[in-house]
């Protein structure tokens, strides 16, 4: 499935460009060659870039002013053995200057919507107590808090 959608924010600095809303697939790894400071953690890699489009289950949306992505969300849809399929949002970045116009909800809105069209019953994510940001985001999007905690485990490679 493939879908693009664009909007205006009304920040008068950027409303004659419009935000375009885009669902990457694997022919799409050039759009992450143009991405403004702060959208992702780190630099984006070739190698884990052809690694993410290569598999299926992943799932990548992007907002872009012109050519410049400017933010996106990124999920994964998964199945288990006693389960209908899930997406599990793992995370959603929005470039510093164009922060708080609604296009991180936007970006999960279309994230949620491609997960529902796989088949998807639900979807979850996970952030910090503390992430007012993410909380608000989330919950704009539709979420509901959840009380159950979450372990983490890293890997010293």
């Not at 008068?12 to 799409?28: F, K, V, Y």
């Not at 052809?50 to 410049?68: I, N, S, W």
């Amino acid at each position: 499935m493939s879908f693009a959608f664009s909007f205006f924010i009304g920040v008068d600095s950027m409303a004659s460009s419009p935000i375009t809303i885009r669902l990457l697939g694997p022919a799409d790894a050039h759009v992450l060659v143009d991405v403004a400071p702060y959208v992702f953690d780190n630099n984006v890699d070739a190698r884990y870039t052809a690694e993410f489009f290569a598999d299926p289950r992943h799932h990548l949306v992007v907002a872009r002013v012109g050519a410049t992505v400017v933010g996106f969300a990124s999920g994964v849809h998964y199945v288990h053995p006693d389960k209908a399929p899930e997406l599990f949002i793992n995370e959603v970045g929005v470039a510093p200057t164009h922060q708080g116009h609604g296009i991180g909800k936007r970006l999960m809105q279309a994230l949620l919507a491609h997960g529902h069209t796989l088949g998807c019953t639900g979807a979850w994510v996970g952030t910090e107590e503390d992430n007012v940001a993410a909380r608000r985001l989330y919950e704009a999007a539709g979420a509901s808090r959840d009380a159950e905690a979450f372990v983490l485990y890293w890997f010293e490679l």
